[in-house]
């Protein structure tokens, strides 16, 4: 029973913004249902296949904000061949029949072409916002018709991308009268831009806040343009390059010392030691600081600028940066909420960088930390086990040992109790990547304890069906199980069909399930897309009728949708 | 295909195919339909007992026993021999879980660094990191493009450890299950790129963009150098790709 209008329910609906919020609201009751669809502006479709464009625009018809996101995340790995979906067309070319005033689109793991593009900035005249993160097949064509075309431009903000880069004038594709840039990220564009057009670009942007720039705007360029963007937020250094021009290296000082709004750094991607200490100037505002494409930045550098770095709450770095150089992170910056270390490193031999006392180190200093992803080449349960005890509001807690299945390095036995006290201790953990050697064990311990685990990645662990079975019993909250090389098979993926109701999606490559099992699991859950992707030889699994039960399948990926199957798969997914 | 599957042209590789350079004599071959086949010398000494280094096929490594995936498997390095092509022994697809883009970087990163001066402290302490980025047992993918194809693809540089199966798959990559071949002009012989000219026998070469930025003919360089140097591939136009040479060469 509503005791006010619906103006007045929506207006509180307003302040709902977060989607499993509303997405619960829209389940009280059918006027609820009604108001709440109406007013809805950001949707978000975490699974590009588990819906259509035509249900999204039935149901939510006045949007201004799409994410979707298509590959799985071992598509990160090359786990997913070229061509086995997440296109965005279909969807564009849907929103772009229906009266949807869209202004933002963001796409993480998904296929764009220059045509999308295209589509996308001549259909929407109030597109204000483009976020791509990790996707593949346009090239700066494509950025050329969105630069051109889209008016009001505010965000365009390109992560990680694939991009083929024809070395062409995108840049100056941006009308004279544009000036409504915010965001501008191009760090991982490969070629030359025109930098004329992008000092001019800047220039006329006073709103511009985040400028990401790609490795081939030198030194000078960077000084001028920081000049022009003295109110810039997020800095992306492209190229710093050993420059003996030291006009250029004074210019930039000068400029960056005016520069008292600047929160983030990154970028760095060629760049000469020394240059770091330019910056020394507004470390001590820093917040977030991105080294970790700057290989060639050795530790005592990186140290000395994060010494000064007082309020970071991100840091992103190289391994190279030492367990002495993780000491000090840990003396000095307080506030850090999340870290990322990476390898240099990666085949486990010679120089071990960082070691479990670093991970150690870090807990004990930074109370503040709750998100943390660090490679390292070894690792002990009782450093885990202290880790666990210094830091019990982890959210995401994400190991990766470079080696598979090695075992604690001191006492050689699997590191189950560490991970086990991981997960005990932290309450809050919603997303797990376990590493090293590991047996059931550990995951009786998750599914004991992991109560709001949403994401957990296993690789090479394991022993019995019996460990995924603890883990499909015991977290309720999961949404994202993804496992490769761990020997699971039929037993544990059939024993409960309507557990994969209640998550987003299953991956599992290189395990014991065999193509009977799948088949089997595909007839009891229609509503289930079970999607066999098989590159190497497309007829085997046909001829071997007699054998094909037992056939193990090479990658399984498994997802709930409300649509079937899914049209555009290429010949060598199988949706069974 | 990249990645993983960059092998499955290994069992030609015992072939000695007389790849033949077809012809498109029109802006727009793909109209006109595209057969490619690439021109290799299977005439120089070093490349005709190649061996495909095989990147590890997901399905192998899930019976293999952990022993298997240890150590040393895992830190495997580039060089094989032959006794290598069992896959047990070969590398772990997507692992370490990093990104493609960030791995990319990394290799790009040690080629520069391997260039420039080694005698300065910190370069000293780079190019160890180098030595062990190079021995990366992890993919090292590059773009390919063509003439008259608008997007490029990506082929693993380390899934191959010669020119022939580096042809193969650009091959299979590229080539069109239905082919109009009505303006497909053969050359029945065989010729190094080297010494393909426009005599009036127009054709397709590979070429790749070394960190110079400039354009050279595959296969002059042994593999290795090759592998240090080279940033992307093209298969460009031959009469494009004469240009380039005599330039360069």
Redesign the interface.
Known sequence: MNYFPDEVIEHVFDFVTSHRDRNSISLVCKSWFKIERYSRQNVFIGNCYATSPERLLRRFPCFKSLTLKGKPH?A????V??GWGGFVQPWIEALARSRVGLEELRLKRMVV??ESLELLSRSFVNFKSLVLV?CE???TDGLASIAANCRHLQDLDLQ???I?DHRGQWLSCFPETSTTLVTLNFA?LEGETNLVALERLVARSPNLRSLKLNRTVPLEALARLMACAPQIVELGVGSYEDEQDSESCLRLQAAIRKCTSLRSLSGF??AA?HCLSAFQPVCHNLTSLNL??A??I?GSHLIRLIEHCKKLQRLWILD?IGDKGLEVVASTCKELQELRV??????????AAVTEDGLVAISAGCPKLHSILY?CQQMTNEALITVAKNCPNFIRFRL?I????KPDHVTSQPLDEGFGAIVQACKNLKRL?VSGLLTDQVFLYIGMFATQLEML?I??AGDTDKGMLYVLNGCKKMRKLEI??SPFGDAALLADVNKYETMRSLWM????VTLGGCKRLAQKAPWLNVEIIN??DNNRMEEENGYEGRQ?V??LYLYRTVVGTRVDAPPFVWIL | MEGGSAIGSASTLSNDENLVVSSEDSSSPTENGLELRLTLSLGRKGYRDCRVSHVDDSSSSSSATPSSLSRASVTAGIKRTADSMAPTSGQVVGWPPIRTYRMNSMVNQAKTLAMEDPNTEVRQEVNNNRDDATKMRSSMFVKVTMDGIPIGRKIDLNAHKCYESLSNTLEDMFLKPNTVSSTQETDGHLETRLKILPDGSSGLVLTYEDKEGDWMLVGDVPWRMFIGSVKRLRIMKTSEATGAAKMNL
């Open positions: 071992f990160d790995f090359n786990l061949p070229h072409t220059d990790s097949g346009f090239s990680e991308n694939d083929d991982c991607l060629e030691p970790s494409y290989a060639e050795n190279s990476f390898p240099t490193d990666l085949h486990g031999g010679g120089n490679f990766c470079l080696e598979p299945h990547s990645s690789a090479f490769r090389d490559s290189s395990c014991e590159e190497n193990k090479d990658k």
